[in-house]
């Protein structure tokens, strides 16, 4: 059973526009949620995070909203660029900062 | 400067056999935690060290898995009389305190023949 679901295993954007990845989660006691990027061969590194009693965290090009009714997050990347190309966990944490990932989206910005 | 780093990088080994895999958290975290990456699915998560607390080990899968954390430093992951549904990529992750951010390792992908 996926608490995180991540339902798109793809993405592809025209560099310079927006990218929009998204996130569905069914544990409401979730209370903390971050964004993952990972290149190949190489560990996840933190990418931006929110809290759950908020509902927008913005860093640079990076904006993260929350929807907590409908159980849903989404990262916003603007403008997209081509090292932004990776793949996008998105994860949500539990007691113990036990973190939940979901599977994943590959964004490839094309130039 | 030195992060999270995991050896080895790559093993392949036959079913029913051992393995070990290590984990060397930043200098100084004391939180480390253990995942894995099976094909196609998000990272599962195995294992959590704190400190000297007893650690959570309600993600291992089966009483094949161990892991142990000496001197509240490096890490060893043993899967016993692995199973080709063992094959994966296990990654390691250290954080300073219980919730700080997770600093993840390479990774070591194992595959089971």
């Known amino acids: 059973d996926q608490q995180v679901k991540q339902n798109s295993p793809s993405l592809s954007v025209q560099e310079g526009r927006i990218s929009i990845l998204n996130c569905d989660y069914t544990?409401?006691?979730?209370?903390?949620f971050l964004w993952y990027k990972k290149y190949p061969a190489e560990g996840p590194t933190f990418l931006i995070s929110?809290?759950?009693?908020?509902d927008k965290n913005e860093d640079g090009r990076f904006t993260v909203f929350l929807n907590k009714s409908a159980k849903h997050l989404s990262l916003h990347i603007v403008p997209s660029q081509p090292g932004d190309s990776a793949v996008y966990f998105c994860?949500?944490?539990?007691?113990?900062?036990?973190?939940?990932f979901g599977a994943g989206t590959i964004l490839r910005v094309k130039s | 400067g030195a992060g999270v780093s995991q050896s080895p990088s790559n093993k392949v080994t036959e079913k029913g056999k051992d393995v070990e895999l290590r984990c060397d958290p930043i200098?100084?975290?004391?939180?480390l935690y253990w995942y894995r990456q099976s094909l196609g699915q998000g990272l599962e998560f195995l294992i959590y060290?704190?400190?000297?607390?007893?650690?959570?080990k309600s993600g291992l899968p089966s009483d094949r898995f161990s892991a142990e954390r000496t001197g509240g430093s490096v890490s060893t992951l043993t899967i016993q009389r692995t199973q080709q549904e063992d094959s994966a990529v296990y990654l390691c992750?250290?954080?300073?305190?219980?919730?700080?951010?997770?600093?993840f390792g390479p990774g070591t992908r194992l595959t089971v023949l």
């Open positions: 544990n409401s006691m979730f209370d903390y």
């Open positions: 994860a949500a944490r539990e007691y113990g900062n036990k973190l939940v």
């Open positions: 992750a250290s954080s300073l305190a219980v919730w700080d951010e997770q600093f």
């Open positions: 200098s100084g975290h004391t939180a």
């Open positions: 060290f704190q400190g000297n607390s007893a650690p959570d």
């Open positions: 929110i809290s759950s009693i908020k």
